[in-house]
């Protein structure tokens, strides 16, 4: 029983970032109605450029500011350079363009820092905390990044909810015609929900590399983690991306804790695949009448 | 009186017309120097794959990053085969490399009738990702079962050669690459903990450990894989799995005759050419029709009497039967299959492949073929004359094929096959 607690509390740590990771899938699909499945790719490279600043100034803390900035200009200029004449297209035109954002992005990556993994440090300790005579698997790291997932999720949420423009954006994405006409800025909200997106890949990015380590290939796999939360979440959820990431990061803490680390893609396979057949549209997302 | 299927497959015109294309191409081989013969392989491979690609993302409409993936089940069942039976079950014949060219075909199909039934329900985006999760899953299937399938080392496998007609340093080094393939089975049997397993004890996901070969960031290159191939002084090749693609036998490169590299390529050839015949029938038929109709308007095709679900379904087998039969072709080509040979980074050149030469266009597909085993080639000559170093060279043609990716979504969507048709309406609009 003990063994299955330390799994759950372990797999909380990873869930949070796949969380802040499906969330991005998610802002980018509420603004534009696109996956981006150049979103782990964009966070894996503005990680690079954090580790080159923490390098450089020896600071956790501006590194995690260096990747927050470069996430958002590396969304704004995805967004201003692919995506938004791509829009026009057909949605298989998006689709092969995201991925050849990802591919370009990579092999700028290995080009510059090498295929080797880098390891990232940790501002604060990443050794399991004892408590009671007993160490747990939890950290001041995952201290860390608990409260900083939980800082953003309250934060877009206030965003969306509270703000004229949180309200602007999602009237943007839900009706572009009219929220054109009532004054709104569509292009620019839409570039901004890029933005935003960006932002919270970096942050993503930014929190997984002391753990997973760092290399131009080595967030492949939480691509498919995150699409599968905010798939199973919905896509338009924010609450669910963040709930079933953390989701997903338990099974997978699981899985990967009672059976072999190459299990998880096929369960998270297996999940994602069951989900589609039950509701194509994705689990909690509204249901849309389809034609065929 | 002709019957329907026949005039509609148009059989006559176009078995001379894949005849003599594979007349030609056979000749070309054996004219050629191995290396060569070597690219001409790897371009077959990668055409047969994508005549695939065609029919599915170009007249289908879906969008798939799991072909690779259906690459594996073919490798896989060709490899498990020719490894592992000496006679045909219930036939009872003796087996040879045919038998598990056509089971792995069978293989496919019953893959992609799984695959597809799943996907047809699915539009856009969840359908590239629910593939993509299949691209990254399937192959790692493999590493749990280290007994049979060898694991995440793969398994090494021997190329089937004819009966005589080879110079015998071939046969020598074929012994050999038997004998290292037994003692990695060996291996794996005795060590029931493949490597992976053993790293992944982390609180943390390890994407290294799933992604298992990942070429940092660059696609399965020609380079990676010739390694050897006709190059004595291959230079190392900084990747676990492609260092045992590299045991492509190199002493094979000899002037006695018909080399190895010919062999394989000869074996890609036929397959290209049974499986382009086929594709073309079935593109310029009836079939082909119904897969446009439902791709442009489901609904009205469905009231033409067309079932959408049956003709996306059907889209995926074909494509998966095609991807299959090249990756029973991939196996003899690199004589090893293995998780990261049929990585993620397969999927996606394929899909680089299909959209670059043309989405909808057969010969679009070839010009696909060509070019992703070109690039990497022309890339690492432009490197030994401007000195580049390995870290660029080896990620440049990945670096182009993405770029390439976006610009031709956005400038020429019908990919090289749309600028030549384009270009061919205004040289004939104008006069």
């Known amino acids: 029983m003990t063994t299955f607690i330390d799994y759950l509390l372990g797999g909380f740590s990873s869930g949070a970032v796949i969380a802040l990771f499906a969330l991005a899938l998610v802002l980018v ?39 927050l900035v470069a996430g958002a200009v590396l969304g704004l200029i995805v967004y201003a350079l692919v995506l938004r004449p791509v829009q026009r297209l057909d949605t298989s035109g998006s689709i092969i363009a995201t991925f050849g954002v990802l591919i370009s992005l990579q092999a700028l990556a290995a080009m510059i820092w090498g295929g080797d993994p880098h390891s990232f440090p940790t501002p604060v300790a990443n050794e399991g905390l004892e408590i009671g005579g007993r160490i ?14 939980a800082v953003l999720v309250v934060a877009l949420t206030l965003l969306f909810t509270r703000t004229n423009l949180g309200l602007s954006m999602r009237a943007s994405a839900f009706n572009p015609e009219v929220a054109k006409l009532s004054g709104i800025r569509v292009n620019r909200m839409l570039a901004f929900g890029w933005a935003l997106a960006g932002v919270v890949g970096a942050v993503a990015g930014v929190l997984i590399a002391p753990t997973a380590s760092l290399s131009p290939n080595s967030f492949d796999i939480l691509l498919i983690f995150a699409f599968t939360a905010a798939v199973v979440g919905g896509l338009d959820s924010l609450i669910g991306a963040v709930a079933f990431g953390i989701g997903t990061g338990l099974v997978l803490a699981l899985v990967t804790g009672y059976g072999e680390a190459g299990d998880a893609p096929i369960i998270v396979l297996i999940l994602l695949a069951v989900t589609l057949v039950v509701r194509p549209g994705g689990a909690f997302g509204r249901g849309k009448s389809r034609a065929v | 009186m002709m019957p329907t299927w026949l005039r509609d497959s148009r059989l006559l015109l176009h078995a001379p017309l894949f005849i003599a294309i594979w007349l030609l191409l056979s000749r070309l081989n054996v004219m050629v120097e191995p290396l060569m013969s070597y690219y001409l392989a790897l371009a077959a491979m990668y055409a047969t794959a994508m005549f695939g690609m065609v029919i599915l993302v170009g007249l289908s409409g879906q969008v798939s990053l799991g072909n690779g993936a259906l690459m594996a089940v073919g490798g896989y069942v060709f490899a498990v085969t020719s490894l592992n039976w000496q006679t045909v079950p219930l036939l009872g014949f003796q087996w040879n490399a045919v038998w598990s060219v056509i089971f792995a075909g069978f293989g496919g199909v019953v893959a992609g009738l799984i695959i597809g039934l799943l996907a047809a329900r699915l539009r856009g985006p969840y359908l590239a990702g629910l593939t993509l999760g299949i691209a990254v899953g399937l192959p790692s299937i493999a590493a749990r079962f280290p007994g049979i399938l060898g694991g995440s080392q793969g398994l090494m ?46 609180d943390m996901l390890t994407p290294s450990d799933v992604t298992g070969s990942g070429a940092p960031g660059d696609m399965l290159t020609a380079d990676d894989v010739t390694g050897a191939g006709a190059s004595p002084s291959a230079e190392p090749v900084p990747v676990p799995s492609a260092s045992s693609i590299s045991a492509t036998p190199s002493g094979t490169v000899t002037d006695a005759g018909f080399v190895l590299e010919q062999w394989q390529a000869s074996v890609s050839i036929a397959v290209a050419c049974i499986a382009g015949f086929v594709a073309l029938n079935l593109v310029r038929g009836r079939q082909g029709r119904v897969w446009k109709a439902v791709r442009d308007d489901p609904i009205a095709a469905a009231l033409a009497g067309i079932s959408p679900a049956a003709s996306k379904v059907s889209a995926f087998v074909v494509s ?92 020429a969507p019908g990919g090289v096959m749309g600028l030549l048709a384009s270009g061919w309406r205004r040289l004939t609009t104008r006069r």
């Open chain 1, 136 to 149: 747990w698997p939890i950290s001041w790291y995952d201290v860390l990044v608990y409260a900083v997932t």
């Open chain 2, 320 to 411: 998966s039967l095609f991807a299959a039969l090249a990756g029973a072709v991939f196996a003899q080509i690199l004589t090893y299959v293995g998780p990261g040979a049929y990585g993620v980074a397969l999927s996606l050149s394929l899909l680089v492949g299909v959209v670059l030469g043309g989405r909808g266009s057969l010969v679009g597909a070839v010009i696909g073929a060509v070019l992703l085993v070109g690039m990497p080639v022309v890339v690492s000559n432009l490197a030994g004359e401007r000195g580049w170093s390995d870290q660029i060279t080896n990620n440049l043609p990945t670096f182009l094929y993405g770029l390439l990716l976006v610009v031709v979504v956005l400038v």
């Open chain 2, 157 to 202: 496998l021997t190329v089937p050669y004819p009966d005589g007609g080879y110079a015998a340093d071939v046969a020598g080094t074929a012994a050999a690459e038997s004998d290292s393939a037994a003692l990695d089975l060996a291996l794996a049997g005795a060590d029931p903990v493949p490597a992976d397993a053993a790293s992944g004890s982390s």
């Open chain 1, 29 to 67: 699909w509420r603004s534009t109605r696109i996956v981006n499945f150049a979103q782990v790719g964009q966070a894996m490279f503005t990680t690079f450029i954090a580790f080159e600043v923490q390098q450089a100034t020896g600071s956790w803390f501006l590194a995690l500011l260096a990747g």
